[in-house]
């Protein structure tokens, strides 16, 4: 009799632990179909979508969940990816860090420009696999609405975009120069119409420019109007019309 009562229970958990899979992945084939990305998920329901019990591979970042079945060469079982799916290890994809203690998606601990690297691994994601959904917990409400983690988070990458434009709009401005080093005579620094990379109609003078709010400087090259600028030092010894300064180390 205890025999038959305990066979009983094993068939019921077993249909029970099958049927649940059974029901996971006619909802994921439905949800592929109609949600369109709109459907919220719990960490709990994530979870299952990460290739054990079934081929459906999902992953999350920054609380936003796509559906990566298509890459399982990188996230399937035993890739070398498949930390990602079935949870959001967001700050992994900064760390490189891919053990399940690393695997978190509290990422406020990373620099602002790791921030910015995340949010272009964010990116990638919505340019190559279909958004599914959003997980419920640190980045989205049971609503579906933006925490205010999630808003801190956004600002910080904005203000890194901010500051990567203004570095450019910088370096448009005062390109950098070119520099060789010669142990006898020590370094030269000179302007062409590429140095820096930056390529333009001017060539510039070498002079020392101090970033805003900087002690420090670098060489830069100057054009004609911004040679008076407070923030541009000529190079002690060298002519101000050179275009190549030998400089002291
Ligand atoms: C922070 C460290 C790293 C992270 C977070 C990372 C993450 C990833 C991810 C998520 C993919 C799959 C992209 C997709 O869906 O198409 C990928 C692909 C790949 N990664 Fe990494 N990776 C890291 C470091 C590296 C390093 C150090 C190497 C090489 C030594 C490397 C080599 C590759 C290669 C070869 C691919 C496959 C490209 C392809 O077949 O399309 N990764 N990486």
Redesign the pocket.
């Known amino acids: 009799m205890f025999k038959l009562l305990f066979i009983f229970a094993l068939l019921a958990v077993l249909l029970a632990v099958y049927f649940n899979d059974l029901t996971n992945n006619i909802f994921a084939l439905f949800q592929l179909q109609y949600l369109k990305g709109k459907h919220l998920f719990t960490a709990k329901e994530l979870s299952f979508y990460n290739g054990v019990n079934t081929p459906f591979l999902y992953l999350s970042i920054l609380g936003n969940i796509f559906n990566?079945t298509k890459?399982d060469?990188?996230?399937g079982v035993g890739q070398?990816?498949h930390i990602?799916v079935g949870r959001d290890a967001s700050k992994?994809?900064?760390?490189?860090k891919f053990s399940k203690a690393d695997a978190t998606d509290d990422v406020l601990s990373l620099s602002q420009k790791d921030l910015k690297l995340l949010n272009n691994?964010f990116e990638?994601?919505q340019k190559?696999?279909p958004k599914i959904g959003k997980l419920i917990g640190r980045y989205y409400d049971e609503n579906g609405k933006l925490t205010h983690y999630a808003r801190q988070v956004r600002r910080l990458i904005r203000e890194s975009e901010i500051a990567d434009n203004n570095n450019q709009l910088n370096k448009v401005k005062f390109p950098p120069c070119n520099v060789e080093w010669d142990p006898e005579k020590g370094s030269r620094v000179w302007c062409t119409n590429k140095s820096g990379g930056i390529e333009r109609a001017w060539v510039g003078k070498p002079r020392q420019y101090f970033e805003p709010g900087s002690k420090t400087y670098r060489c830069a090259c100057i054009s004609k109007e911004n040679e008076k600028l407070g923030s541009v030092k000529q190079y002690e010894g060298c002519n101000s019309d050179s275009e190549s300064c030998f400089i002291k180390d």
């Open positions: 990566v890459g060469k990188h996230y070398s990816y990602f992994s994809f900064v760390t490189g691994w990638f994601y190559e696999y």
